[in-house]
Each structure stands twice: as structure tokens, then as C-alpha cells.
T-cell receptor
Framework: GAGVSQSPSNKVTEKGKDVELRCDPI?????LYWYRQSLGQGLEFLIY????????KSGLPSDRFSAERTGGSVSTLTIQRTQQEDSAVYLC??????????FGPGTRLTVT | GESVGLHLPTLSVQEGDNSIINCAYS??????FIWYKQESGKGPQFIID?????DKRQGQRVTVLLNKTVKHLSLQIAATQPGDSAVYFC????????????FGKGTKLSVIP
């Protein structure tokens, strides 16, 4: 079956612009997660959704970052007024349980 | 700092040998630990997990060991193959009921043919 998909795969934006990153989870997965991975680093948790609610958004680095999920499916991560330090790979994952998270290929964001 | 870390950033292994990747953690409340494999340009892929009430779990060619006394986790890969070349991350959850995972920085495994 189809895995987690993310779009765009690459995004180059100018400092100060807003960007939207999209995640399509595996059908039926109730949990959805966003992570950020900087070059050569591990994954940094950003936010977690259960259905359309976000019980844990503790990892969002600033109020420039927001995310929503609609219909218990697609999620959008929005970064406003992008900064160069926002450059990273943004990974989305979904799961049916707490244990095995299925990751998408990520969106590589470059802020110039 | 991160609560999950790795002792070695890179590991080179001869094809056919066994690989051991180590990880230290600090959160005693974690109720399970997971190993992920990430190939270049791809998202992490689940390999195996272990609950905190276990000390060993085996999968296909992989074994995870958990030593809660010293807060140490290891992944053993038997008969390492070129396809095993990747970055390996350990991760722990924040505690019972938590969906949040904390990842280590990763170990790059290179298999020498």
C-alpha cells in the first residue's frame, strides 16, 4: 500500500517568506508526527497529532511554526518569516500505535 | 543536551562480520526503545523495538539488548551486508503513554565489501 508522502520534496525560499509543507499519512493511521532533521543530526520532535488534535506541540521552536491536520488525514506545517536556521529536512511520520512510526521521505527546506 | 546519544559516530565493518551499534539514554521513565535505519535521501525505517521490561529481543538478523542498570542500548546486526550501510538511530519515548520520541544523533555504518 501507499506509504507516507510529503510535498514538496525540495523547497528553496528567501529569508522572510512563509512556507507550507504537506504530509499525507498512511490511510487509517490516527497519529501523525512532524520532525526536523538538520544536517548530520538526529531527528528533533516538533509536534504530534492524534486525529485532528495536537496534544503535544512542545517541540515547535517558536511561534513562527504552526501545524494543522484536517479530516484526520492531511497535515500542513507552516513556517512564517523563515530564517536561515530553519533550513533542514522536515520529516513527517504516521502510526496506528505508539510504537512503530512510518516516515515519509521528507521535505528539504533551504532558506537563502 | 539530548537524553539519547551514541558512543560512535561512524562504524566500518567487513561484509559478513557482525556489527554492534551502541546507544546511551538517560530517561528512566521511557517504556520502550526503538532502532531506526536511515538510508541516504530517505526517511527513517523502523528496525526493531524493545519494551523497558525486557532485556533482549531478536528479529531477523538483528538483536537489541537493553541494560537498564547502566542505561545502555545496543543493536547487533549479524552477517552484515552491503545493504545494511546506513545511519542508525536509537530513540526512546518520553514515558508511559507518550507518543513523543527522542532520537540520538545517529551512527553511520559502512560495510566494506
Amino acid at each position: 500500500g501507499a506509504g507516507v508522502s510529503q510535498s514538496p520534496s525540495n523547497k528553496v525560499t528567501e529569508k522572510g517568506k512563509d512556507v507550507e509543507l504537506r504530509c499525507d499519512p498512511i490511510s487509517g493511521h490516527t497519529a501523525l508526527y512532524w520532525y526536523r532533521q538538520s544536517l548530520g543530526q538526529g531527528l528533533e520532535f516538533l509536534i504530534y497529532f492524534q486525529g485532528n488534535s495536537a496534544p503535544d506541540k512542545s517541540g515547535l521552536p517558536s511561534d513562527r511554526f504552526s501545524a494543522e491536520r484536517t479530516g484526520g488525514s492531511v497535515s500542513t506545517l507552516t513556517i512564517q518569516r523563515t530564517q536561515q536556521e530553519d533550513s533542514a529536512v522536515y520529516l513527517c511520520a504516521s502510526s496506528f500505535s505508539r510504537r512503530e512510526q512510518y516516515f515519509g521521505p521528507g521535505t528539504r527546506l533551504t532558506v537563502t | 543536551g539530548e537524553s539519547v546519544g551514541l558512543h560512535l559516530p561512524t562504524l566500518s565493518v567487513q561484509e559478513g562480520d557482525n556489527s554492534i551499534i551502541n546507544c546511551a539514554y538517560s530517561n528512566s521513565a521511557s517504556d520502550y526503545f526503538i532502532w531506526y535505519k536511515q538510508e541516504s535521501g530517505k526517511g527513517p525505517q523502523f528496525i526493531i523495538d524493545i519494551r523497558s521490561n525486557m532485556d533482549k529481543r531478536q528479529g531477523q538478523r538483528v538483536t537489541v539488548l537493553l541494560n537498564k542498570t547502566v542505561k545502555h542500548l545496543s543493536l547487533q546486526i549479524a552477517a552484515t551486508q552491503p545493504g545494511d550501510s546506513a545511519v542508525y538511530f536509537c530513540a526512546e519515548n518520553k514515558g508511559a503513554g507518550s507518543y513523543q520520541l527522542t532520537f540520538g544523533k545517529g551512527t553511520k555504518l559502512s560495510v566494506i565489501p
